[in-house]
Each structure stands twice: as C-alpha cells, then as structure tokens.
C-alpha cells in the first residue's frame, strides 16, 4: 500500500477545521495537519493574494478518490484546489500506522 498526502486549500480556519474533521472522523485519512499560508493566483482573469488554510491530509492512495469526493461535497470553493503526492520512504511504523487508522474504510 503506498501511504499519500492530499492536499487542499480554504479561506478560513473554519472552514480548515470542518474539512480535517470531516474526513479524519470518516476514517479516510489517519491525520490532518492545517498550516496558515499566503497564495498568490489568477482566478478568472485577476492576479489574486490572499491568506489561506493548507489542509494536508495522510491517507492511502486507495482511498484518494473518495477524500476528493469528500472534499468537493464539503469544500466552500467553486474550484478547490485537490492533489496528492506520495510519501517517499516512509517509516514503516508510521506506514503502519497510516494503514491501520484508514483500514475501515473504503
């Protein structure tokens, strides 16, 4: 099983919090960590900036498509920003760890 984080963005710590939740609580992810963050982007058209939420969640890349779908169900974007990435050289204890917080789900 190969361990992955998602990835999304929201606008308030709010927000932040219901997601982590949401999706911890579900068991589709082992953990979610909420960093504050500044982006800078073009929406539709315009050059944005403004402070945003980074929520990275650690799951199995399994179970990805079902926190996308969890994250557009609850997400307060138009277009939320969701991608993952895998985790290179994981500890195997943690690796463990991961699997078993998520093995309920599916």
Not at 24 to 48: D, N, P
Not at 78 to 94: G, R, T
Request: include cysteine; aromatic fraction near 8%.
């Amino acid at each position: 099983m190969t361990a992955i984080a998602v990835v999304t963005t929201v606008a308030s710590r709010k927000d932040a919090r219901m997601l982590a939740r949401a999706i911890v609580e579900a068991k589709l992810a082992a953990c979610a960590q909420i960093s504050r963050i500044e982006s800078v982007y073009t929406w539709k058209g315009a050059l944005e900036t403004g402070k945003e939420y980074r929520i990275l969640f650690k799951t199995l890349d399994e179970h990805y498509a079902a926190v996308e779908r969890a994250i557009l169900d609850l997400h307060p974007y138009e277009v939320p920003a969701i991608h993952a990435f895998p985790m290179m050289h994981v500890a195997p204890a943690y690796a463990a760890w991961i699997e078993d917080s998520v093995a309920a789900s599916a």
